[in-house]
T-cell receptor, first 113, second 117 residues
Framework: AQSVTQLDSHVSVSEGTPVLLRCNYS??????LFWYVQHPNKGLQLLLK??????LVKGINGFEAEFKKSETSFHLTKPSAHMSDAAEYFC???????????FGTGTQLKVEL | GAVVSQHPSRVICKSGTSVKIECRSL??????MFWYRQFPKQSLMLMAT?????????EQGVEKDKFLINHASLTLSTLTVTSAHPEDSSFYIC?????????????FGQGTRLTVV
C-alpha cells in the first residue's frame, strides 16, 4: 500500500521569501514521486518528478524538491515566492511497477505582498 | 508536452438527466486513462481506471452503473454521469499517461465543473 501525507493544508509566505511545502510518503516499492500545481478551476500541471535518478530534482518556475529515502520525504522548495505561485499543490506517489497515482490532500499556498 | 483535452469545461444539468464528459489525448495514445472527482478544497479521488477496449476498473464505493466509462479508442475516454442528482455536483478531472511506466508523467485535462440543479 502507498500513501502520501502533506503536513500543511495552508502555507502563507510573503513575496520574495522562500517556500517550503512538506510531503512524506510511504510505499511498499521504490516509488516515483511528483509535485503538481493546480490553479482554481483548472487541471493539474506537473512541476517536477523523482524517478530514482538524482535525488535533487529541479522543476519548472524555479521549484525543486529533494528525495530523502531515510526520512521518506519529498519536500518542495522555492528560494523566492512570486504572486503567481499562489495555488494548490499536490504531492503524488506511484509505486514502482504500478500506474495508479495516490494524491496527498494538497497544500494551499498563499503569497502576500 | 503532451496534451489532454477535456470537454466540456462547465455543464449545468437538471436532476435525472445524464451528462457525458469527454477526455482526449491529443498527441499521444493512451491505453489507460483515469477519472478523478474533486470536492471543493479537497484532493483528487480516483473514481476509475479506463482501459482501452475493455471494462473500466472502478474504485471501491464508486457505482459503476452511475458513472459509465467507455474507452473506445486509444485517444478517447468518456465518463457519463447517469440520472444525475445534486450530490453528483463536483469537479471531474481525467488524466492519461504516455506509456504505462510508473515514472512517466500523467497529463491532466482541464477539468469539468458539473452542477446538477
Amino acid at each position: 500500500a502507498q500513501s502520501v501525507t502533506q503536513l500543511d493544508s495552508h502555507v502563507s509566505v510573503s513575496e520574495g521569501t522562500p517556500v517550503l511545502l512538506r510531503c512524506n510518503y510511504s510505499s511498499s516499492y521504490s516509488p516515483s514521486l511528483f509535485w503538481y500545481v493546480q490553479h482554481p478551476n483548472k487541471g493539474l500541471q506537473l512541476l517536477l518528478k523523482y524517478t530514482s535518478a538524482a535525488t535533487l530534482v529541479k522543476g519548472i518556475n524555479g521549484f525543486e524538491a529533494e528525495f530523502k529515502k531515510s526520512e521518506t520525504s519529498f519536500h518542495l522548495t522555492k528560494p523566492s515566492a512570486h504572486m503567481s505561485d499562489a495555488a494548490e499543490y499536490f504531492c503524488v506517489v506511484t509505486p514502482g511497477g504500478g500506474n495508479k497515482l495516490t494524491f496527498g490532500t494538497g497544500t494551499q499556498l498563499k503569497v502576500e505582498l | 508536452g503532451a496534451v489532454v483535452s477535456q470537454h466540456p469545461s462547465r455543464v449545468i444539468c437538471k436532476s435525472g438527466t445524464s451528462v457525458k464528459i469527454e477526455c482526449r489525448s491529443l498527441d499521444f495514445q493512451a491505453t489507460t486513462m483515469f477519472w478523478y472527482r474533486q470536492f471543493p478544497k479537497q484532493s483528487l479521488m480516483l473514481m476509475a481506471t479506463s482501459n482501452e477496449g475493455s471494462k473500466a476498473t472502478y474504485e471501491q464505493g464508486v457505482e459503476k452503473d452511475k458513472f459509465l466509462i467507455n474507452h473506445a479508442s486509444l485517444t478517447l475516454s468518456t465518463l457519463t454521469v447517469t440520472s444525475a442528482h445534486p450530490e453528483d455536483s463536483s469537479f471531474y478531472i481525467c488524466s492519461a499517461r504516455e506509456g504505462g511506466a510508473a515514472n512517466t508523467e500523467a497529463f491532466f485535462g482541464q477539468g469539468t465543473r458539473l452542477t446538477v440543479v
